[in-house]
């Protein structure tokens, strides 16, 4: 009898175990698809509200997954939010809470930017290490923005780099790694490097990491589809209401009505600034953005078809969201007094209801579309108000495949894997963290947390605060902080424990002393060969100047400290360090440095001794390279060093020097 019933109990076990083991095998194998689009505001897309762009792709997606309306990036720029998809930590817990390369201070602005880091920390466990680990093909395309070759992180391939243009060529960094011809444009051919990624990995799970370039600027849409966008605005009846109207900073000077309709009018630059207002567009009405958008809706549709001719379509999770809210403010201060060309190349869109842009915590910088297609799983055509944050995707997403939580990693995410199967989930408080100025308008350093129907709003300057009900007030246009002081002393003490718990780095008051060092990655100094001098003690400098990046010392940059930037004077003549030494004999001496570019342009290395080529390196990759000269067979005589950093576009040619010096076989240098 015991025999038997253990044979009965072996039975059902080894069932029960097949049942379990075929379920989590099938899990395992699902592909995952995670579709992210650059400055893609909420309202930009059809399903979301849009009647000028047209989408049916997404809105397709939507049709057959779940569409969320209470869906947020973690950050209102960009290299914080990516890093929180991967890490599913905040970024003010990483210290990574600015975009890649940063913002230069401003003199009228009273504080420094917070510390913070400048790349992927390196100790994080990626989700794409993490999906490897378990089997997975991983691939990276487009704009990873996180300061190092996303295959050092977890991805078995890599394409990305920044974009100066849409049209061929794209940028230097693309010239080898996306072949393309002249006429094509960026977003199609990457989105070819990603089906042929699918293809070839059709036969074992895979993880594409979609992360197109579009809808950033530079706002230039496909010919063909801005053509149609330009015949269907000629159609439409005139919008009413104004374009443009100006925001006011809520941490500074409040300004009246009549103080505003005159700024208005005065659109000078140095006005605004010290009134600290900008701009913000009101209408959807852009045929350039609308034709970048529609080509990004157009990848969607064809990476969707390719799954389904190979089979993969029901075996494949698609997520479909944004790394931050809608540019409708221009990304550095833009006047509006131009010609439409020239404004429909600076604003992209509108967020309306929304208020507020890209590098704002207003709900127009921060709330981004998100729709989730999990065969079998999601309900078809269903709509969620689960409110959910970057450092989510990850936990969902291993719970989704069946793999072990990796709570220590992911610290700061919550699986919202039971909201896609259409059951209520309370997620809990969301922050924000960002301690710097923003590119996209003259508000101060801040941070937010968002709880049930509540949202409040923290300014650094002056301590200023703002609260909202979001489900009377999307819009964000009654504050609400006087009237319910309750509730915002409960949200603002909430908020301050929480940047306490993860050692949020906060901004300083700048002060006469503060002023006068470098700060931050953009500190800029204007007496280059005292800083060369100070940088490397006994080099010179010579030839140095650029269109845009300035020359100088900085603190910080891309995860080193003390950094020396210099940039050539033109596009033949290249910024010169110089120094003359005596070749000791009877010791190897060798010269070491430490280089890397800036993420929009690249630039060429060449060493000369004495005018003789001893290296010619072209730095293409944004990551620090070390590369040493032997000056041995020069022992005895005196040398004359030149380290160029010459000039291979016309843009942002500038070389980040980390160290620079000369080592003697027994002895560091001198």
């Known amino acids: ?78 290299s914080p939010s990516r890093a929180s998809i991967l890490t599913g930590k905040y970024p003010a817990r990483t210290d990574l809470t600015e975009w890649l390369g940063g913002r230069p201070e401003r003199d009228f602005e009273k504080l420094h930017s917070a510390q913070k880091l400048m790349s992927l920390p390196d100790e994080e ?91 950033h600027d530079p706002i230039q849409g496909r010919k063909d589809l801005v053509k149609k966008y330009q015949e269907k605005l000629a159609r439409l009846p005139k919008t009413k209401g104004p374009e443009y109207i100006l925001e006011p900073n809520p941490d500074g000077p409040v300004l009246s009505e009549v103080e505003l309709k005159a700024l208005a009018k005065d659109d000078r630059l140095d006005l605004h600034q010290d009134k600290r207002v900008w701009w913000v567009k009101q209408v959807q ?42 540019m409708s403010a221009s990304n550095q201060y833009r006047g509006i007094h131009h010609s439409r060309k020239q404004l429909d190349s600076r604003f992209a ?107 409040l709003l923290e300014y650094f300057e002056n301590g200023n605060v703002q609260l909202f009900d979001l489900e009377k007030d999307l819009g ?18 909430m908020l301050h424990n929480w940047r306490r718990e993860v050692d949020a780095k906060m901004p300083t008051v700048k002060t006469a002393a503060s002023r006068s060092k470098p700060t931050s990655i953009a500190a800029i100094s204007t007496t280059l060969p005292a800083d060369v001098a100070t940088f490397a003690p006994g080099w010179k400098v010579r030839d140095w100047g650029g269109p845009k990046m300035k020359p100088g010392l900085r603190e910080q940059w891309a995860g080193r400290q003390n950094v020396l930037l210099t940039h050539p004077l033109s596009k033949t003549v290249p910024c010169v360090l110089s120094r003359k030494i005596d070749v000791p004999k009877g010791k190897k001496t060798t010269l070491k440095l430490e280089v890397t570019n800036n993420p929009k342009g690249n630039w060429k290395l060449v060493v000369l001794i004495n005018g003789m080529q001893a290296l010619n390196k072209d730095i293409e990759e944004t990551k620090w390279r070390q590369f040493e000269v032997d000056l041995s067979k020069y022992a005895g005589k005196s040398v004359v060093i030149e380290l160029q950093n010459r000039a291979t576009g016309w843009s942002h040619e500038a070389a980040y020097w980390s160290k620079i010096k000369l080592v003697y076989s027994d002895s560091d240098v001198k």
């Open 476 to 493: 964000e246009q009654n504050d609400l902080s006087n009237a319910k002081p309750e509730i915002t002393k409960k949200l603002l003490k």
């Open 125 to 215: 466990i990626t989700l794409a290490e993490t999906l490897k680990r378990h089997g997975y093909a991983t691939a990276n395309y487009g704009k990873a923005h996180l300061r190092k070759d996303p295959r050092t992180y977890g991805f078995d391939e890599a394409i990305t780099g920044w974009v100066r243009s849409y049209f061929h060529p794209f940028s230097p960094q693309y010239a080898k790694s996306l072949p393309a011809k002249k006429g094509d444009y960026y977003t199609d051919k990457l989105t070819d490097a990603a089906l042929d990624f699918i293809e070839r990995n059709k036969d074992r799970p895979f993880f594409v990491h979609l992360e197109h370039f579009a809808v």
């Open 1 to 78: 009898m015991k025999n038997s019933t253990l044979i009965v109990v072996c039975i059902l076990l080894t069932s029960l175990m097949g049942k379990v083991t075929v379920f989590a095998k099938d899990n395992r194998h699902l592909n995952i698809i995670f579709f992210l689009v650059d400055d893609l505001g909420w309202a930009d897309v059809g399903c979301y509200g849009s009647t000028f762009h047209e989408t049916p792709h997404i809105d397709q997606l939507a049709k057959e997954g779940i569409r969320f309306d209470n869906a947020y990036s973690t950050c209102h720029v960009c």
């Open 349 to 455: 869109s509108s967020n309306l209801p929304l208020r507020g842009a890209k590098g704002w915590n207003y709900e127009g910088g921060i709330r981004v579309p998100l729709i989730v297609h999990w065969p079998g799983q999601t309900k078809a055509n269903t709509l969620s108000h689960t409110v959910i944050t970057g450092t989510d995707f990850y936990p969902t997403l291993l719970e989704m495949l069946g793999f072990p939580a990796m709570p220590k990693q992911h610290v700061d995410g919550k699986s919202f894997a039971a909201a896609l199967k259409g059951k209520e989930q309370d997620r809990g408080a969301i922050y924000w963290h960002f301690p710097h100025y923003s590119n996209h308008g003259y508000q101060s350093p801040g941070g937010a947390i968002r709880l049930g129907n509540y949202k």
């Open 285 to 326: 009405d852009n045929v350039e953005f609308a034709g970048m958008l529609e080509a990004t809706d157009q990848s969607l549709g064809r990476i969707r078809s390719k799954l389904k001719e190979l089979g993969l379509a029901e075996n494949t999770i698609v997520i479909f969201t944004a790394d931050n809210g809608g």
